[in-house]
């Protein structure tokens, strides 16, 4: 009979670990030991290490034999994990994925979505963030099981960590990989910083009573390879004796060993003197981090050649070559990440952190020693603390431990305390911690002797409340709330649509401890950090239709670790968990927040419209509508004009809330839409120009929930071509007001006059209807990159053809090649290498007009403009060459400057893709 165990594992961004521990009774020590993996560490070569590297190579079908790839256990011939994945990737870039774990928390991202490797051809092999997580967590699992047959590692308890700064969203994730790779029955969630701090009492069962003294705070200091967290312990003593208790967490910091390797990769390629391609930057990443790990070793050498394969005759002897140095490597992490600072200062604020070319959001200011001091700085000077446990990769360098350790100690001087208080709490191994930590508290947890830390959710959380403009945020879970303590939120009364999908606005902290489940909360709250929205779907039953039902609102954080919301009927025993997380980026292109997608950035300049002329506004167009078609005068055809007149300007002055009235009324006109194909047409068009983008102001969301409910039955008029020509523009108006499945249904009803297959229409199609369905299918930035390169290509072949389908392929290629999505997330973006074609063979075409001149231009500004993303950044030379068209057609250098250096899409270019501008009041914001 087995050795009852406990297990945890450490989900790393860079490195993954499996420890397990004995739950011996009886007082007995408990004693955390790290697994060994079996992995592949070459072709044909299988050997165990503590560590199992967290990373993926996508072989291609035929590239390695069956024997070359084998495991102890039944795997993916295709897929290879670990040491022989980091030593292939980097040769072919386009099949490596690491760093899913950043990725996890990436909310500008589609998690679920296949995105990885970032920066791979549309076409190309990829899998989700979650799913890399899976795979990782399923080797680890099938080197267990296989060691240990008939103690599934799904048998024992689990202890998964994450990083303290991960929010909820992030969580929910990490627990469906987990579940996906089967060791999901018996899972909770630990905080790698209390991990780690675990790992240390473990390893001083009988000391740690000596070394902290009641009242003293622990500082754990962890900077891995993606995150970079601050915890805050304190020492206590209560009636039931010494123990410890977690009272601070720092905010999500995107910081860690991967900004060091971009940074020591950035010094690398200035060297070289050339601007390296996607996959020459992918390589020397992984040149530039085996470097940094080798020179800050034990006995390093001076120094390392770095080489990358060159492309193109300009390279002497097909490679690229330089050096680095130890002395750069400790200047460069040093001086660049843990640069002297005073206490309290706070890191740099920019629109856009300087490393971009991973498509990850890494911190603007890439000093970890200034996020520590925006830390600790609010603390009172008792409270800052008296001993520092390191933990991560990053801090293996003992020159990087000593100057933080100098910095905390000047610190200490500063607020008046003796800085000699502050000690280095020793902990042996900084990789393997984590793990054996998390076997430790599952050892505790489940009846194993020795030491729990107190300690409740890292951060409060709150949902939204739809119209409430002050007070929107309702508390619904306190900071430091307890597994399994039920709240039953006391509050306002609530009633849920049912039977449709809705969206709940969310919102966490970690500096709000004040704040109790049934609080409202202001809009402008200290603290206050927004999540991607959780959408759902409240079923009443197969055939019910939507209807509201009174609730309330209920949360407890569960055994695993993430929080359980439900809403519970006030009607009946009814009750409904909202899963937080597992599609919240979806969720966020649906929910239309105009904080997010579309914001106000300027008053009204039209000036605010009275009531009196709203209400003159609405009977015009009631009036207009009860005219017949042929009426010109006061009929429909005249409503544009008869609204300008009413409201004093014309329509593209319309302030944003004048057209949403205007929509909101059109609403209540639906059914004019049977009368007649006229009638049709215009209440279409001017239904689509009043609600563009389709979000940015309050209640679109409930508008563009009842314009797609006309969507499924389509015009009334069908057999008129002008009705479906006003259909397709409406719909390409609100696009942005669309989430991703909407967009999907509308793409099915398009490819088959845009690409052929699929059911054909059965209609003959005129050819501005084909142009209005081909603009509209490029303006859905929410497809896949896939389902655009696609479009793309049949656009490509066409130029050439068809002089006068020439504007419309223009205009499409550079709304579907744009380098910045003007409101879809940044996954949605095609990937440089396969946008470069399209922009070529734009380059030959000689425009004949100065139509298509203009367009040729736009189509340029948008497809090969500077990004300070590599995946997305087109062949410098490629760029030039654009520059170069442009200034030889007559365009000045000022007007076409974003194709050699970096700048935001500004206003002209968003109205040119938009079609027009936008409502006054209202800009676009990509969710990037």
């Known amino acids: 009979m087995h050795r009852p165990l406990a297990a945890g594992i450490d989900l790393g961004t860079t490195n993954s670990a499996l420890a397990t521990a004995g739950l011996a009774g009886d007082g007995a020590t408990v004693k955390p030991a790290i697994q060994a993996i079996d992995q592949l560490v070459s072709p044909g070569e299988v050997r165990p290490s503590n560590m199992l590297p967290s990373a993926i190579y996508l072989a291609a079908e035929g590239e390695l034999t069956?024997?070359?790839?084998?495991?102890?256990?039944?795997?993916?011939?295709?897929?290879?994990?670990?040491?022989?994945?980091?030593?292939?990737?980097?040769?072919?870039?386009?099949?490596?994925?690491?760093?899913?774990?950043?990725?996890?928390?990436?909310?500008?991202?589609?998690?679920?979505?296949?995105?990885?490797?970032?920066?791979?051809?549309?076409?190309?092999?990829?899998?989700s963030p979650v799913k890399a997580s899976t795979l990782v967590l399923d080797h680890l699992r099938q080197c267990w099981d296989h060691a240990h047959p008939g103690v599934p590692l799904s048998s024992l308890p689990l202890i998964l960590t994450v990083p303290a700064s991960f929010d909820e969203s992030a969580r929910r994730l990490t627990v469906e990989a987990a579940r996906a790779a089967g060791i999901g029955d018996r899972l909770t969630l630990l905080e790698e910083p209390q991990a780690a701090f675990y790992a240390w009492i473990a390893d001083h069962p009988a000391e740690w009573q000596s070394q902290l003294r009641a009242g003293e705070t622990i500082l754990v200091c962890d900077v891995g390879g993606g995150t970079t967290d601050f915890s805050l312990i304190a020492a206590t003593e209560d009636e039931n004796g010494p123990g410890f208790e977690?009272?601070?967490?720092?905010?999500?910091?995107?910081?860690?060993?991967?900004?060091?390797?971009?940074?020591?990769?950035?010094?690398?390629?200035?060297?070289?003197?050339?601007?390296?391609?996607?996959?020459?930057?992918?390589?020397?990443?992984?040149?530039?981090?085996?470097?940094?790990?080798?020179?800050?070793?034990?006995?390093?050498?001076?120094?390392?050649?770095?080489?990358?394969?060159?492309?193109?005759?300009?390279?002497?002897?097909?490679?690229?070559?330089?050096?680095?140095?130890?002395?750069?490597?400790?200047?460069?992490?040093?001086?660049?990440?843990?640069?002297?600072?005073?206490?309290?200062?706070?890191?740099?604020?920019?629109?856009?952190?300087?490393?971009?070319?991973?498509?990850?959001p890494f911190e603007t200011d890439a000093a970890v020693t200034r996020h520590l001091a925006g830390f600790l700085g609010h603390l009172p000077p008792d409270s800052l603390p008296s001993a520092i446990l390191f933990n991560g990769g990053a801090l293996k360098p003992a020159v990087v431990r000593e100057r933080i350790v100098t910095i905390l100690r000047t610190w200490l001087g500063e607020a008046g305390r003796n800085p000699a208080v502050l000690r280095v709490l020793e902990n042996p191994d900084l990789d393997l911690a984590v793990a054996r930590g998390a076997a430790y508290y599952g050892a505790i947890r489940h009846g194993a002797a020795g030491v729990r830390l107190k300690s409740g959710l890292a951060r409060s959380l709150y949902v939204g409340m739809a119209g409430e403009t002050v007070t929107p945020w309702l508390c619904v879970v306190e900071r430091d709330a307890q597994e399994g303590e039920p709240y039953a939120i006391a509050g306002p009364e609530l009633s849920l649509l049912a039977g449709r999908k809705v969206a709940f606005p969310l919102a966490t902290s970690s500096i709000r401890p004040q704040d109790k489940p049934g609080e409202r909360i202001a809009a402008d709250a200290r603290g206050l950090r927004q999540l991607p929205a959780l959408e759902a779907e409240i079923k009443v039953g197969r055939k019910a239709?939507?209807?509201?039902?009174?609730?309330?609102?209920?949360?407890?954080?569960?055994?695993?670790?993430?929080?359980?919301?439900?809403?519970?009927?006030?009607?009946?025993?009814?009750?409904?968990?909202?899963?937080?997380?597992?599609?919240?980026?979806?969720?966020?292109?649906?929910?239309?927040?105009?904080?997010?997608?579309?914001?106000?950035?300027?008053?009204?300049?039209?000036?605010?419209?009275?009531?009196?002329?709203?209400?003159?506004?609405?009977?015009?167009?009631?009036?207009?509508?009860a005219m017949p078609a042929t009426d010109t005068s006061t009929g429909p055809a005249r409503l544009v004009k008869t609204l300008e007149e009413a409201l004093d300007c014309r329509r593209t002055d319309w302030p944003a809330s004048v057209c949403r009235h205007v929509f909101d009324t059109l609403r209540e006109q639906a059914d004019v839409r049977k009368k007649s194909a006229e009638h049709e047409s215009r209440w279409t068009n001017l239904a689509g120009f009043s609600l563009r983008p389709g979000t940015g102001q309050g209640?679109?969301?409930?508008?563009?929930?009842?314009?797609?409910?006309?969507?499924?039955?389509?015009?009334?008029?069908?057999?008129?071509?002008?009705?479906?020509?006003?259909?397709?523009?409406?719909?390409?108006?609100?696009a942005p007001g669309m989430n991703r499945s909407w967009q999907e249904e509308l793409w099915k009803r398009l490819q088959p006059a845009i690409l052929g297959g699929g059911k054909k229409p059965d209609r003959k199609l005129s050819q501005q209807e084909i142009n209005e369905m081909t603009r509209l299918a490029a303006s859905l930035e929410r497809l896949t990159p896939a389902v655009k390169l696609a479009i793309g290509e049949s656009l490509v072949k066409k130029i050439g053809r068809d002089a006068a389908a020439l504007p419309v392929a223009l205009w499409s290629l550079g709304r579907l090649g744009a380098r910045q999505p003007l409101y879809g997330p940044l996954s949605s973006v095609i990937p440089a290498v396969s946008v470069e074609p399209w922009v070529r063979r734009v380059l030959e075409i000689a425009p004949e007009n100065e139509r298509t001149k203009d367009l040729l231009k736009w189509c340029l500004l948008m497809t090969a403009r500077k990004d300070n993303d590599r995946s997305f950044d087109l062949d410098a030379t490629l760029r030039q060459q654009a520059f170069d068209r442009l200034s030889a057609l007559g365009f000045p250098a000022d007007d076409t400057r974003a194709i050699l250096e970096y700048e935001p899409i500004g206003a002209a270019l968003s109205s040119q893709a938009l079609g027009e501008t936008l409502p006054v009041g209202l800009t676009l914001r990509a969710e990037n």
């Open 66 to 127: 069956a024997e070359a790839i084998r495991l102890p256990w039944q795997s993916d011939p295709l897929t290879i994990v670990g040491e022989a994945a980091r030593r292939l990737g980097p040769k072919i870039p386009g099949r490596f994925v690491t760093s899913a774990k950043s990725w996890l928390c990436h909310d500008r991202v589609d998690r679920t979505a296949e995105i990885l490797p970032w920066g791979a051809p549309a076409d190309a092999r990829k899998l």
């Open 246 to 360: 977690r009272v601070a967490v720092g905010d999500h910091l995107m910081l860690g060993g991967d900004n060091m390797d971009l940074a020591l990769a950035h010094m690398a390629e200035a060297a070289m003197g050339q601007r390296l391609s996607v996959d020459q930057w992918t390589s020397l990443r992984a040149q530039a981090r085996a470097a940094k790990e080798r020179l800050l070793a034990d006995d390093p050498p001076d120094s390392l050649p770095i080489a990358i394969t060159g492309k193109g005759s300009r390279v002497v002897g097909g490679s690229m070559s330089t050096k680095i140095t130890g002395k750069q490597v400790i200047d460069t992490i040093l001086e660049g990440f843990f640069p002297v600072c005073g206490l309290g200062t706070r890191p740099a604020e920019s629109s856009r952190s300087g490393f971009q070319e991973f498509g990850l």
């Open 545 to 625: 239709k939507a209807t509201e039902v009174p609730v309330r609102l209920e949360a407890r954080v569960n055994p695993i670790g993430t929080v359980d919301l439900w809403c519970v009927s006030q009607a009946d025993p009814r009750r409904w968990l909202l899963e937080i997380g597992f599609k919240a980026a979806e969720a966020k292109q649906a929910d239309g927040d105009s904080a997010t997608i579309a914001e106000r950035h300027m008053p009204e300049s039209s000036g605010i419209v009275d009531e009196a002329t709203l209400q003159l506004a609405s009977e015009k167009i009631h009036e207009a509508f």
């Open 699 to 734: 209640g679109d969301e409930a508008r563009m929930k009842f314009l797609w409910s006309l969507f499924g039955t389509g015009p009334v008029h069908a057999k008129e071509a002008h009705v479906w020509t006003e259909w397709w523009v409406m719909w390409r108006r609100v």
